[in-house]
């Protein structure tokens, strides 16, 4: 069984994967929660026969207690999981968003010496949605593309991390970068042909939804991704981490793991 260590494990997702693990054939052995958290020193699992792990601090965890760390905290605690994964010489999958270019420049600098898989979103769903939309923004190339997210009101970040991954594909798909074409959040005004906007909602419990818009006079398409189980992403971060386990150093992502690139070429 794969060790697992979670980074931000009392959260909502560091719950989805605790929950999940021994189901994914993955045992956690390692609970990393903040110097401020309230949960420190409690058992992971309620029931008795589970109750040997609790959340720790990162600076508690020693080496060979775990063969993978997956990170599900908030952006302020990058540096550290990333030090921390060089300290116990274990690849690190990083499932964070609101990253800024710097953080993303840290992973890339950390990839050189480390084995690094980068989602905003594990989903198998969201992984294949990706490469839909280059495709479409390729085929398509006057439309303008709207790409509309929903989540919970407790998410911080906005547009979500899987939002900005989406336009990164929709521009790739027109040879551009997202800067180039990137309309930001829109609101009132003039919308310039072509250009790649985004809407944001925020209420109570959704847990995750994306649509892209593909528009032109006359005719629209519309591509939606809804999860409505958090175990989604949980599946998806231990099913990364297991395939990272056996790479060598490098930045990867999903679509690397799953080699759907591979996979559409054969298909188009
Ligand atoms: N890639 C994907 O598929 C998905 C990504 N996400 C992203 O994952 C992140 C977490 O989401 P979510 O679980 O909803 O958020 P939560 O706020 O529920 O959980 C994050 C947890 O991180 C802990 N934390 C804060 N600082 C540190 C630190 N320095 N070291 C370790 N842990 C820390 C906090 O707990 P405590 O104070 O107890 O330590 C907090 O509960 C977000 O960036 C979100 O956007 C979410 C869903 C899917
Ligand atoms: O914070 C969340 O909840 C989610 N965050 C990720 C993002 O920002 O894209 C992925 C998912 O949609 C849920």
Not at 46 to 72: K, M, S, W
Request: proline share 3%; with cysteine; charged share 15%.
């Amino acid at each position: 069984m794969m060790k697992l260590g979670i980074l931000g494990a009392s959260g909502r997702m560091g719950k989805a994967v605790v929950a999940n693990a021994s189901r994914l054939h993955a045992t956690v052995t390692a609970a990393v929660v903040s110097e401020q958290s309230s949960r420190y020193g409690e058992p992971i699992y309620p029931n008795a026969a589970e109750a040997g792990v609790r959340f720790q601090h990162a600076g508690e965890i020693v080496l060979h207690q775990t063969d993978v760390l997956i990170d599900f905290s908030l952006p302020q605690a990058l540096e550290n999981n990333i030090a921390l994964a060089q300290r116990l010489g274990v690849p690190l999958v990083v499932c964070t968003t609101g990253l800024s270019e710097g953080q993303h420049e840290l992973l890339a600098q950390a990839g050189q010496s480390m084995p690094v898989l980068y989602a905003a979103n594990t989903s198998v769903g969201i992984t294949l949605l990706r490469q839909l939309v280059q495709l479409t923004s390729a085929a398509l190339p006057d439309t303008d593309i709207e790409i509309f997210e929903a989540h919970h009101s407790a998410k911080r970040d906005g547009p979500s991390g899987t939002a900005v991954a989406l336009g990164e594909s929709a521009a790739a798909g027109r040879g551009k970068s997202l800067s180039e074409l990137s309309a930001g959040v829109r609101g009132d005004g003039l919308r310039e042909t072509g250009s790649i906007g985004f809407s944001i909602m925020r209420a109570a419990d959704i847990i995750g939804e994306h649509t892209v818009l593909f528009a032109h006079a006359g005719e629209r398409i519309e591509l939606t991704h809804r999860v409505s189980n958090r175990q989604i992403f949980a599946q998806g971060a231990v099913q990364a981490a297991k395939w990272l386990k056996d790479q060598p150093a490098g930045l990867y992502s999903m679509a690397d793991m799953l080699q759907l690139k591979t996979l559409l070429k054969q298909l188009i």
